[in-house]
């Protein structure tokens, strides 16, 4: 910017100290020579004028009278006439000089103003373009509530209807297994009536567990002693799929929440885990101090998230297996937001997926 305002100055200077020069230089009798140089002045003046504005205009003009003026009581006094001429030539720069910056600082004073028209429309577009994704969020934020809400109304009655029934199945089919123990095929029809049973009560139950109220009380948390109770209860069906445990417990403090709302909801991930690795793998949890959150890291050794949308595995009924309810992670994320926290899934390296979890070490209390 600078620079070509130096390049501007020098040639308007370097044009005035040339065509000035050709006037001293030039004798009287050429006054032919005399009038191109005189009306060559007009091309500093009027560039003066374009570059600078009224001040650009005036300036140039005034030095250029200034400079031409001797030239004519010098050389062209004693020549009757011709200085009149010459002076009203002088008043003519002035003119065009104030004339030309005029012009030329109206149009740059309208260039500025629609080039800030131009940068305020530009930033109300990107606050327009911001608002626009809050409210698509937000939009989404409402639907999802929506569907909680309606699967709470859903959930209260479907618990008060199934539940009783269920537990009258499971009393009659157990009291069915003693009497026809001797029955074998009898034995397994009773089996399979019993599995489905528990099936359908825990599908039940993960609807209760959606519509209940995940407010959390002011206790004291030991987050990785609600990981190894957790262990305990996945370790059978982990061992019968060969899959292997791994915690990695960091030095990290107590938080403030529901210790068996957290055991429920690293259940359901760690259970997650186990069921995407049929043919065997590895379930890595970690807990760490990441700033002034608590960090906590269930990695597997599964399939992956397969180019499905990690957030869309959070929307309640959203499952990827036939006997799948879609309803464990997004109780998950019910309970981990409840305490304030956050909960992501990422794909892992080489292969797998990682669920991240951040809960505020302080105030995690929502």
Same mark, same amino acid.
């Given at each position: 910017m600078q620079t070509g305002r130096k390049r501007r100055i020098i040639t308007i200077l370097l044009l005035t100290a040339? /065509? %000035?020069?050709?006037?001293?230089? %030039? %004798?009287?009798?050429?006054?032919?020579?005399?009038?191109?140089?005189?009306?060559l002045?007009?091309?500093? #003046?009027?560039?003066?004028?374009?570059?600078?504005?009224?001040?650009?205009?005036?300036?140039?003009?005034v030095g250029v009278s200034l400079l031409y003026a001797p030239h004519v009581l010098l050389q062209w006094g004693h020549?009757?006439? &011709?200085?009149?001429?010459?002076?009203?030539?002088? #008043?003519?720069?002035?003119?065009?000089g104030c004339l030309t910056g005029f012009l030329s600082g109206k149009e740059q004073h309208q260039r500025r103003k629609y080039q800030e028209t131009a940068r305020d429309l530009e930033e109300s577009y990107a606050k327009l373009h911001q608002q626009t994704d809050l409210l698509l969020k937000t939009e989404?934020? #409402?639907?999802?509530?929506?569907?909680?809400?309606?699967?709470?109304?859903?959930? +209260?009655?479907? !618990?008060?209807?199934?539940r009783n029934p269920l537990a009258s199945i499971r009393l009659v089919s157990d009291n069915l297994r003693d009497i026809m123990e001797e029955c074998k095929d009898g034995g397994e029809?009773?089996?399979?009536?019993?599995?489905?049973?528990?099936?359908?009560?825990?599908?039940?139950?993960?609807?209760?567990?959606? +519509?209940?109220?995940?407010?959390?009380?002011?206790?004291?948390v030991d987050v990785n002693q609600a990981i190894r109770d957790m262990l305990l209860l996945v370790r059978q069906p982990a061992q019968k799929q060969q899959v292997s445990l791994e915690f990695d417990a960091?030095? /990290?403090?107590?938080?403030?929440?529901?210790? &068996?709302?957290?055991?429920?909801?690293?259940?359901?991930? !760690?259970?997650? +885990? #186990?069921?995407?690795?049929p043919d065997g793998g590895a379930l890595q949890i970690v807990t760490a101090i990441d700033q002034s959150c608590l960090l906590i890291t269930f990695t597997d050794t599964g399939p992956g998230l397969q180019e499905i949308d990690p957030e869309q595995i959070f929307t309640p009924f959203y499952t990827t297996r036939e006997k799948g309810t879609g309803l464990g992670l997004a109780i998950t994320r019910r309970i981990i937001e409840s305490h304030?926290?956050?909960i992501h899934?990422?794909?892992?390296?080489?292969?797998?997926? %990682?669920?991240?979890?951040?809960?505020?070490?302080?105030?995690?209390l929502s």
């Open positions: 040339g /065509i %000035t020069t050709l006037h001293y230089s %030039t %004798t009287v009798h050429a006054d032919h020579y005399h009038d191109i140089y005189r009306r002045y007009y091309i500093p #003046i009027v560039l003066g004028g374009l570059w600078y504005g009224l001040r650009g205009g005036i300036a140039t003009a020549h009757v006439g &011709v200085p009149l001429e010459q002076y009203l030539e002088m #008043i003519l720069y002035n003119v065009i989404e934020r #409402i639907q999802s509530a929506a569907r909680l809400a309606t699967l709470g109304e859903l959930s +209260a009655g479907l !618990a008060h209807e199934i029809y009773l089996d399979i009536l019993r599995k489905e049973v528990d099936r359908l009560n825990q599908v039940v139950e993960q609807y209760l567990s959606m +519509a209940r109220s995940q407010r959390t009380r002011h206790k004291d960091g030095e /990290i403090p107590l938080i403030e929440g529901e210790q &068996v709302q957290l055991q429920q909801a690293f259940l359901n991930l !760690a259970l997650n +885990a #186990i069921q995407a690795m304030s926290g956050t899934a990422l794909a892992a390296e080489p292969a797998g997926t %990682t669920f991240s979890i951040q809960i505020p070490c302080e105030d995690n």
